[in-house]
């Protein structure tokens, strides 16, 4: 969960305050690399697209994805999409700990322009839901306005706790401001691990995509990731090496779960529109 801890010594790896790092950096690394296959997606789908004037094949993805005449409201989407690829690829180069020590001012101005993209396209994305709204009516508006919200406001204490010179804190606030980023990733991994396990669209209307289960998804995407980094804080302050034993398998279960999920979303939605 927490890249900082890729720099600890691996010793006595049965351990449980050594296997919790391990499980934070499968996490890690498994999260990342379903996030570039996402980006990838993203260059190919929408800016093979858009190179070869096809932004009408823009609609089929996302609402109101491009509108003929609209020039703010295009100019709107194409910054929110380039913005999520450079945060996507760019944006776990941060956490790494290799990278902050050994090239401290690459950390710094990248991590500030890593923080104005997020804030921008989080804007961005507020304009084209209060304006175009979005698939799955006023449930997926206010869940993903008060995502856009999460970020604003954790980019900011991030900023505000490294200036401070506090970078336990700006560790922990940059690793909030991942997850709530990463919301987008997470509400597709999570849409696929459900279809993966039941192959049927249990609990929502695949046409109107309302139901009681993208209402949960719709909030779950950002508050499960947030829980669980809460969790892993807890246990990677606890002393016991019982409560990091078990919170290594929880978070190893759920790097699993996310890998099928990742699976699901790279077969049956980029991969075929790639």
Do not use: C
Not at 48 to 59: E, I, Y
């Amino acid at each position: 969960m927490n890249a900082p801890i890729l720099n600890q010594p691996i010793n006595s790896v049965f351990a449980g305050h050594k296997v919790l790092p391990l499980a934070a950096n499968f996490w890690f690394v498994t999260a990342v690399i379903g996030q570039w296959i996402f980006a990838t997606y993203l260059i190919l789908f929408y800016g093979g697209s858009a190179a070869r004037g096809d932004l009408h094949l823009w609609k089929e993805k996302l609402t109101h994805g491009y509108v003929p005449g609209d020039f703010i409201g295009n100019a709107a989407v194409a910054a929110h999409l380039l913005l999520a690829v450079i945060i996507m690829v760019a944006g776990p180069l941060q956490l790494v700990p290799q990278i902050r020590a050994r090239l401290p001012v690459f950390h710094r101005w990248s991590g500030r322009v890593y923080l104005a993209a997020v804030v921008a396209t989080s804007i961005a994305g507020l304009y084209m839901l209060l304006v175009h709204g979005t698939v799955g009516g006023l449930v997926l508006i206010i869940a993903q306005s008060l995502d856009a919200l999460l970020i604003i406001v954790f980019a900011g204490l991030a900023l505000r706790a490294a200036l401070q010179r506090d970078f336990k804190n700006h560790r922990r606030w940059a690793l909030r401001l991942f997850m709530v980023v990463s919301a987008v990733w997470f509400f597709r991994v999570g849409l696929m691990l459900w279809l993966v396990i039941h192959q049927a669209p249990v609990g929502f209307d695949p046409n109107s995509f309302t139901g009681p289960f993208v209402t949960f998804i719709a909030f779950a995407q950002y508050l499960i990731p947030l829980l669980v980094l809460e969790i892993y804080f807890r246990v990677s302050d606890s002393s016991s090496a019982a409560i990091k034993l078990a919170g290594a398998t929880l978070l190893i279960v759920l790097t699993l779960a996310m890998a099928a999920g990742i699976f699901g979303a790279t077969m049956g939605l980029w991969l075929p529109h790639a």
